[in-house]
């Protein structure tokens, strides 16, 4: 099992470049949750799909950050016009759904936005 | 706001010493906590989780939930230098939801 894979591990975009963001969650989970992390507000939660459906978007900037799940083996991520503020370690985790499952957390990526 | 609060937000124990971390939730309506371990450069990984009042032991890592209060706390015996490393606490709430709110944590160190 490789676990969640995170593509690409560092991106460094120009202030207003676009950055897309890949995940693939653990084969076999249901589950998708986006995280990002950073050293002033911590680990804050972005959105999450359940079987590939959006089930909850409430920490999304909602102008400029978008999220799909085409299919049950990749998500992605997808920031516009990327401003310094941005930056962050981008975080996946995928579970299997029912009851309370563990999440499971890739390596993330690191967003710089210079 | 925070809606989960983490203290202290460091910590240092000697080696084979006891460590305590506390994590309070200010949302009634959570009703299951998480325990997340993050090494330096690495992601987060699940150490533990209660839902039930009372406490829950696993090897060194001992958790307390007393949920009248939304409190929880972790402890850790007989710390290692390995145990070094960012504590999260999450909470998630009654709904069918699997959204976790994290605190900030609490950075422990345990020297030799």
């Known amino acids: 099992n490789a676990g969640v894979i995170q593509t690409p591990r560092h991106k460094v975009t120009g202030k207003g470049q676009e950055a897309t963001l890949w995940c693939e969650p653990i084969?076999?989970?249901?589950?998708v949750f986006w995280y990002r992390q950073t050293i002033v507000q911590g680990l804050e939660f972005l959105t999450y799909?359940?079987?590939?459906?959006?089930?909850?978007d409430s920490g999304m900037p909602k102008e400029r950050f978008s999220a799909q799940m085409p299919n049950q083996s990749h998500s992605t991520l997808k920031i516009q016009s990327t401003q310094p503020q941005d930056s962050a370690v981008y975080l996946c985790?995928?579970?299997?759904?029912?009851?309370?499952?563990?999440?499971?957390f890739g390596p993330g990526t690191r967003l710089t936005v210079l | 706001q925070q809606k989960v609060q983490q203290s202290p937000e460091s910590l240092i124990v000697p080696e084979g010493g006891m460590a305590s971390l506390n994590c309070t939730s200010s949302?009634?309506?959570?009703?299951y906590f998480w325990w997340y371990r993050q090494h330096s450069g690495k992601s987060p990984k699940m150490l533990m989780?209660?839902?039930?009042?009372g406490e829950k032991e696993e090897g060194r890592f001992t958790v307390h939930l007393n949920k009248a209060s939304l409190h929880t706390s972790l402890h850790i015996r007989d710390s290692q230098p390995s145990d070094s490393a960012l504590y999260l606490c999450?909470?998630?709430?009654?709904?069918?939801?699997?959204?976790?709110?994290f605190g900030h944590g609490t950075i422990l160190r345990v020297h030799p």
């Open positions: 985790a995928s579970s299997l759904v029912g009851g309370r499952r563990e999440q499971y």
């Open positions: 949302d009634r309506n959570v009703d």
């Open positions: 799909f359940r079987n590939q459906a959006p089930i909850d």
């Open positions: 084969s076999g989970h249901s589950a």
């Open positions: 989780s209660i839902f039930s009042n």
């Open positions: 999450a909470a998630s709430p009654g709904a069918n939801t699997g959204k976790l709110t």
